[in-house]
T-cell receptor
Framework: DARVTQTPRHKVTEMGQEVTMRCQPI?????VFWYRQTMMQGLELLAY????????DSGMPKDRFSAEMPDATLATLKIQPSEPRDSAVYFC?????????????FGPGTRLTVT | AQSVAQPEDQVNVAEGNPLTVKCTYS??????LFWYVQYPNRGLQFLLK??????LVKGSYGFEAEFNKSQTSFHLKKPSALVSDSALYFC????????????FGTGTLLAVQP
């Protein structure tokens, strides 16, 4: 049963610290998404990649967030420095196929708490 | 710009009764529409989608959705609700152009009472 995996599942850190979240997309999927979910803002798209190339990161605060895909099996989302307002659940999702037609498969999320 | 609206923050229904979770959309071009479900402390799971073809789309767990072009709606339905259907439901539409991006609604919390 192919699944998207995310690590860590939970992260508590202090303001100013660097946070790295990792995602392993489903093997063979060529599109990877990073979302952030909060009670106030709902589900927000931060960035997405196709064939490892960044296609859209307009939803990401550029000064502190960065997203990369070092290889086809790993996507990373970094926050440096972290702030309390970054506390949220961060989801990775992957997909494959013609743009917008095929469903996205979500990972279990990383719950980030910044104190 | 593409958008979706879920007018109800919460829907309450008794177990065994039919349920409807509403979604309306605004798109330029053909709408590609999706429903996802999120159980507590879990990621979103795909339920069903409308790309083209029959207006009634059947999906996972006995859910179906009816695409109505004239009313620009894509309501999620189930004939008989289960307590285990209690979850957060998201409607989504593909963003414009040749993109994989989805625009999600704000979500509707479905509460099924025993």
């Amino acid at each position: 049963d192919a699944r998207v995996t995310q690590t860590p599942r939970h992260k508590v850190t202090e303001m100013g610290q660097e946070v790295t979240m990792r995602c392993q997309p489903i093997l063979g999927h060529n599109t990877v998404f990073w979302y952030r979910q909060t009670m106030m803002q709902g589900l927000e798209l931060l960035a997405y990649f196709r064939n490892r190339a960044p296609l859209d990161d307009s939803g990401m605060p550029k000064d502190r967030f960065s997203a990369e895909m070092p290889d086809a099996t790993l996507a990373t989302l970094k926050i440096q420095p972290s702030e309390p307002r970054d506390s949220a659940v961060y989801f990775c999702a992957s997909g494959f196929g013609p743009p917008g037609i095929y469903e996205q498969y979500f990972g279990p999320g990383t719950r980030l708490t910044v104190t | 710009a593409q958008s979706v609206a879920q007018p109800e923050d919460q829907v309450n229904v008794a177990e065994g009764n039919p349920l409807t979770v509403k979604c309306t959309y605004s798109v330029s071009g053909n709408p590609y529409l999706f429903w996802y479900v999120q159980y507590p402390n879990r990621g979103l799971q795909f339920l069903l989608k409308y790309i083209t073809g029959d207006n009634l789309v059947k999906g996972s767990y006995g859910f179906e959705a009816e695409f109505n072009k004239s009313q620009t709606s894509f309501h999620l339905k189930k004939p008989s609700a289960l307590v285990s259907d209690s979850a957060l439901y998201f409607c989504a539409v593909r963003a414009g152009g040749a993109t994989n991006k989805l625009i999600f609604g704000t979500g509707t919390l479905l509460a099924v009472q025993p």
